[in-house]
């Protein structure tokens, strides 16, 4: 488990990750990270937007789905 200190940065509140956090995160300065609540009423901290691999996944059925048409329509 890793500790983080909760602190001021610029007019807001922060914590900075230190270097083994963002290696277990496999982030880099500027990378987004999006703060998700985790089925056993925690939160978690990850780089994958929850929303956007909603959307691939969803993808990903339609295009199983409509495979013939979206095959005839690329033509």
């Known amino acids: 488990m890793l500790?983080?200190?909760v602190t001021t940065v610029?007019?807001?509140?922060g914590f900075?990750?230190?270097k083994e956090a963002m290696a277990r995160l496999r982030v880099k300065k500027?990378?987004?990270?999006?703060l998700t609540e985790a089925p056993d009423?925690?939160?978690r901290i990850t780089p994958y937007d929850?929303?956007?691999e909603r959307q691939m996944?969803?993808?990903e059925e339609i295009m199983g789905?409509?495979?013939d048409i979206l095959r005839a329509l690329a033509k």
């Open 50 to 52: 929850p929303d956007f």
């Open 65 to 67: 789905e409509d495979r």
């Open 3 to 5: 500790r983080f200190k």
């Open 10 to 13: 610029g007019a807001s509140s």
């Open 16 to 18: 900075i990750l230190t």
């Open 41 to 43: 009423g925690g939160y």
């Open 57 to 59: 996944e969803r993808a």
């Open 30 to 34: 500027g990378d987004i990270v999006y």
